[in-house]
């Protein structure tokens, strides 16, 4: 006897159901989906015991009549499309006809409608599958659809479900998904009777940012739009200094709908490539137009992955218009000074950001404090540059401005940057005065002068007059085998010596600070450690990093005045010196104006 039979529709609505409804969030997302689907201006959503045990989504949309009522909830019962034909070019965010039945069948619902034409609503209510009859009630026009205790007769189901706390999170990035995307539709989220979310329509994007996530967030936005080829992208980018440790912060919407796509996410990476450090991740809305012929969203049970039929344009367009904007941009840190009195973090800077700057505030506060009265500021700190050239031409060459001295006296020029706690160097410019961070500035211009050499091959080496030699292991003597054509980009020479020993035997002139065989070493560690992770081209990078990192001048290291003229000078010559390669900001500006406000002389 056949083993094989036919499951019956509730078998197949919980099946489908696994698939679709994973926790409450999920549920969150079909009905407000659905509600954006019915043109809604408006959407209330209210959540109980983190959706255990109430989910209610409530909209003005264009509403169902009773037998559209009493048919929402079958498998397979959409009014999005008709024929196959309709898959080709899905401009709606459902089409698959399962929400509302899989959602039926596992929890107990409670709907009720009304389209805006009909004086009487309806409603009806299911339970796990289970439906009554659609009966006439007097409602707003519009639907509002309550789901309860979800999971109630699947244990094991519910037993999976986390805390509170994590289910609304859940939701909350539901509710942010869909908030972003439609900034014209009035939201509002509220957990056990609370508000937490009231997004009043018409909203701007960056207004919609500022509630969902912080006016920080909101501020430090650049925008930017481009419209080729069939795609028009519109991004708002956040400067590297709001940058994450994962990248939650990077919503791409494909046409009103909330993607991930690795092509696009890779993108993303390349773009701010130079100006963050690798494991960080930019913060970026993204948001994609284009014909829905050119993609399929047919794909994956809940739509968060769609395939585009030419993924590569897609990728090259987004890198180029994200990676033009951050190249176009000053991304200058903008110091700010701290109110020394009240202690605490002033709430619109970051901690990290507050101490950064609290440390250089002591640090100058101890060296004023060390070098009063005055006027021998000059001649115990101040180094003294260079007379023979003309003051004009250093100020030029240092970036600074130079205040003509009175009367022509020229005998002693008045210096005008000085080297703090040997390791910051203070610019006196026109606007106010900069702070710079010596080490990260010349490893960002290292970084820079070793990148192009490397492209360039131009990267001079130099024989060392006697080779230096060290105690290799197994991983870093592989390395150096696999890895030989990085270390000759490099002007490095480095070769086996007997079984056990590694030779240098030339060594590039660029990183005349640092040592070549500890430089050797931990770049054999480096290519053993992530030569598998990164394809080529970002392997050269991470090397780059390393060996500017490694070649920079350090801090606490005293500088001469030649010295930190070369610096500033270099500092000019170089695109993108206002950032580290790391992407920490390499200078601090501090302006007259906000001096005046602090010293209250305004
Ligand atoms: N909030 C709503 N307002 C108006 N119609 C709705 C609403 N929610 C669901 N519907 C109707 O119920 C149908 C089934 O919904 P659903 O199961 O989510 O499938 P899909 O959205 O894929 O069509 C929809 O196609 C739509 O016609
Ligand atoms: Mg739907």
Known sequence: MGVISVLDDNMINMIAAGEVIERPASVVKELVENSIDSGATRIDIAVEDGGRKLISVADDGFGMD?????????????????????????????????????????????????????????SVEIDCGAKGEVKPCSCDYGTRI??????????????????????????????????????????????????????????????????????????????????????????????????????????????GRFIRDKFISHAIREAYRTFLEPDRFGVVFLFIQMPYEDYDVNVHPTKIEVRFYNANLV?????????????????????????????????????????????????MDEFFKKHRPVETQNRLALRDIDTSSSLKEQSQRSGAVYEPLRQGQLQQPQPNFLQIHDSYIVVQTQEGFEILDQHALHERILYNQIKQRVTSQNLERQKLLLPESFEASATQQQALEENKEILEKFGLEVVPFGPKTIAVQSFPDLLAKANPVEFVRDLLDLLADKGKQFDAEALLDVVINMAACKGAIKAGQKLTAAEIEQLLADRHRNELASRCAHGRPTVLKFSLSDLEKQFKRT
């Open 315 to 363: 990728h090259s367009q987004v890198l180029a218009v994200l990676r033009e904007k951050l190249l176009a941009s000053d991304l200058d840190v903008k110091g700010k000074i701290p109110i020394r009195q009240t202690g605490a973090a002033p709430s619109s800077q970051s901690k990290e950001e507050y101490e950064h700057t609290l440390n250089i505030r002591l640090a």
């Open 66 to 122: 009773a037998e559209d009522l009493g048919r929402a909830f079958e498998p397979h019962s959409t009014s999005k499309i008709r024929s196959s034909k309709d898959l080709r070019a899905i401009t709606t965010l459902g089409f698959r006809g399962e929400a509302l039945a899989s959602i039926a069948s596992i929890a107990a619902i409670k709907a009720i409608s009304r389209t805006q034409d009909s004086p009487q609503g309806s």
């Open 146 to 255: 309550e789901v309860r205790d979800l999971f109630y007769k699947l244990p094991a189901r519910r037993k999976f479900l986390r805390t509170v706390n994590t289910e609304m999170t859940h939701i909350s990035e539901q509710f942010s998904r869909i908030a972003l995307v439609n900034n014209n539709t009035y939201l509002t989220l509220s957990h056990n009777g609370h508000e937490l979310h009231n997004l009043s329509g018409g909203q701007s994007l960056h207004e919609r940012i500022a509630g969902l996530f912080s006016q920080e967030i909101a501020q430090s936005l650049m925008e930017t739009q481009s419209e080729e080829k069939g795609l028009n992208i519109h991004a708002f980018l956040g400067r590297p200094e709001i940058s994450r440790t994962n990248n939650k912060l990077q919503y791409v919407f494909l046409n």
